[in-house]
């Protein structure tokens, strides 16, 4: 009887572990949709590869906070950029 409920508890913690690493990999996800994010599935696809591979789990985090990845940085002066001819 003793051996079948330790079982379970053992099971419960594995499963609340697992669950909760999946929730903190879907962090990133959820920064991006509250910041309007138009990536928002591309951060999503990696910050749950992030599960294998932790650096890239990182890098949603960041690409969640920062830009469009492609797009220029806008000019910090605030001026229009110059058009050259």
């Known amino acids: 009887m003793l051996n079948a409920i330790s079982l379970c508890l053992i099971l419960l913690a594995v499963i ?22 138009p990536q928002q599935q591309a951060i999503l696809a990696c910050s749950l590869l992030g599960l294998l591979i932790f650096p890239l789990w990182m890098f949603a985090l960041l690409w969640a906070y920062g830009g469009v990845i492609g797009q220029p940085l806008p ?10 001819a």
């Open 16 to 37: 609340t572990i697992v669950l909760g690493i999946v929730k903190i990999h879907e962090y990133p996800s959820k920064v991006a949709a509250a910041r309007n994010h």
């Open 75 to 84: 000019d910090p002066s605030g001026s229009a950029p110059e058009k050259s």
